[in-house]
């Protein structure tokens, strides 16, 4: 059956997220499409993916990039058409690969025909589709809650004189999963795309789908006051999505993600519990905010690396123990590039973009690659607010001058943070515009893409490509990698992270540096006695010369290497 776990054969996969916007132009439009994708998937094949996930293809107005979908059944024509997707899917099954696409249900576009029809009176029979509430007796906002992009959650309808929820842009309508109606489109449209033969989905946001009825003010004094704690893994959640289950995800056997939003332990353990039949596997960010001041994303300090290993040996040790799955991942597109993070994105970027991915690919979990990391693309290095697009960082540029700070100001932190980071256009090789389109890109293409790009780093053996390549091979082969139970070993090392995942007869043993300079590390002499002590093999390492195996271990600047003891 389905949710036995030899049949969970994604849990040795290595999944790769497309932008389609920015990752291949067929057409010389400037904007990335499907068919640009379809003509690309001899190389994702040869990097050995075996799932691609495409993000939202279907038909929008594009505030969001395609996360506010006007119709849930359509192609958008800016990607292609059905013709296309349905190629994309044929010449997928011919490589053996699978296809997991967005599914975006927590709200949709106002330009939905579902909400054009909510809008037009209180008794339409699409209204309760959507969340509305009548003003304060003041006549101000129903409640405090803010919107993920900055501002109040509620927008004004003229027409009715209510407020509808927008938890995200004021063009992205919540949808009412009170509302049975609501779940069961949301269950159809996934039929119909599971009988097209999408083999899985990425639900976005999918944790935020439960609201309190209640709908109360929150405390804006705490620093999480925006009312998250009333919408998020809220008291129906879990109903939901085992009902999505029964109607969708079992019937069709399709991998799933969850993207869980400022989400718990606890609650994802359930989400991704086999026997609990809710999602294959989750994503949580909570790694990705070690470097937010007062848990703010809009405020800089410098990364905390004690948090961030504290947070995978939290992860790692919680879903283990109580047999849930992890999405493994360290960058996505919200996220500027962990290599610009956390690494060295000059004079080591080839290091560190290597030690990064040995760090998290020895993990346990379902790793993603996103589209430019398998090259080490970094941010871009711009120094002017309108090379932006995002709606997010445009109206943060805007809300933060309003808070006090200067335009120079608001731009350092918009260039640290903004989701343009990771949206700058595929880098194929070194003509103009990177090969990404014969046109003007959509977004301006790095100018690092000279050096950084697919062609010159398929010809290298020692490229960050082809580390990746050798990483992805090496879970498929090493079980102990899928199954072996994850012990730290680094204590509160300043800058080393080191761990180990115990097997039956096998342990891996991953130490990686995480800084510019070489420093010393060494294992307790209770691992040394028990474990390490009769030599190990490399399993793949990012420097030229591997430091001699011994108690302890000097470890060149972002060194990082994987061993094997048998
Ligand atoms: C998710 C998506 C993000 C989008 C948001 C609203 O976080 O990854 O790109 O803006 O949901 O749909």
């Known amino acids: 059956m389905a949710n036995e776990p030899q049949q969970q054969w994604w849990r040795k996969s290595t999944v790769y997220q497309v932008y389609p916007k920015s990752f291949k132009d067929s057409t010389g439009s400037g904007t990335g499409d499907i068919k640009g994708l379809t003509g690309r998937l001899d190389y994702l094949q040869e990097l050995g993916i075996e799932i691609v996930w495409l993000q939202p293809v279907y038909v929008s107005p594009q505030n969001d990039n395609g996360y506010d979908v006007a119709d849930y059944r359509q192609i958008d024509p800016a990607f292609g058409t059905m013709e296309d997707f349905d190629e994309l899917i044929r010449e997928l099954k011919k490589r053996g690969m699978h296809l997991m696409t967005d599914i975006v249900v927590n709200h949709s576009s106002t330009e939905h025909p579902w909400f054009q029809e909510a809008r037009q009176s209180k008794d339409n029979p699409y209204r309760d589709y959507y969340i509305w509430r009548d003003p304060a007796p003041d006549g101000g906002l129903p409640n405090n809650w803010q919107s993920k992009f900055g501002g109040p959650a509620w927008q004004f309808d003229e027409t009715t004189g209510q407020y509808f929820l927008a938890l995200f842009d004021k ?338 043993i991953v130490v990686s540096n995480f800084s510019g300079t070489q420093t010393g590390f060494s294992f307790t002499e209770d691992f040394w006695a028990s474990r390490a002590g009769n030599g190990a093999r490399l399993l793949i390492g990012n420097t030229r010369q591997t430091p001699a195996w011994g108690k302890t271990l000097e470890i060149p600047p972002y060194g990082s290497y994987m061993w094997i003891i048998r």
């Open 171 to 508: 063009t992205q309508a919540d949808l009412n999963w009170e509302n049975e109606q609501v779940r069961r489109e949301a269950a159809d449209l996934m039929i119909y795309w599971a009988e097209k033969g999408v083999d899985g989905f990425r639900m976005d946001v999918i944790n935020l789908i439960s609201k309190d009825q209640r709908f109360p003010d929150d405390d804006p004094s705490a620093s999480t006051g925006d009312g998250r704690k009333f919408y998020t893994d809220g008291p129906r959640v879990h109903e939901f999505i085992k009902e999505l289950h029964a109607k969708v995800f079992g019937p069709y056997n399709l991998v799933t993600v969850g993207e869980m939003s400022s989400t718990t332990l606890e609650h994802c353990i359930r989400y991704s519990k086999p026997e609990e039949r809710e999602f294959s596997m989750t994503f949580n960010f909570h790694h990705l905010k070690v470097d937010y001041k007062n848990g703010q994303k809009w405020e800089l300090k410098p990364y905390d690396f004690a948090e961030l290993k504290r947070l995978f040996t939290e992860w790692q040790t919680g879903m283990q123990q109580a047999g849930g799955w992890n999405a493994l991942f360290w960058n996505n597109h919200d996220q500027p590039r962990a290599l610009s993070r956390f690494g060295d994105d000059g004079e080591y970027r080839t290091e560190s973009a290597k030690m990064l991915a040995t760090t998290l690919h020895g993990l346990q979990g379902t790793p993603y690659v996103y589209q430019g990391e398998e090259l080490g693309m970094p941010n871009p290095d711009w120094h002017d607010i309108r090379e932006f697009n995002d709606i997010e960082s445009k109206n943060m540029y805007r809300i933060l001058q309003e808070r006090g700070l200067t335009g120079g100001q608001a731009l350092e932190i918009i260039r640290e943070r903004s989701r343009d980071n990771s949206r700058t256009p595929m880098q194929w090789d070194a003509s103009e515009h990177a090969g990404f389109t014969e046109g003007t890109p959509w977004l301006r293409v790095d100018r690092r893409y000279r050096q950084i790009n697919v062609q010159s780093e398929q010809a290298d053996p020692h490229s960050i490509l082809a580390h990746y390549k050798q990483l992805i091979k090496l879970r498929k082969q090493e079980q102990v990698i899928s199954d072996g139970l994850f012990v730290r070993l680094d204590e509160e090392h300043p800058h080393i992270f080191a761990y180990s995942r115990i097997g039956e007869t096998e342990t891996l």
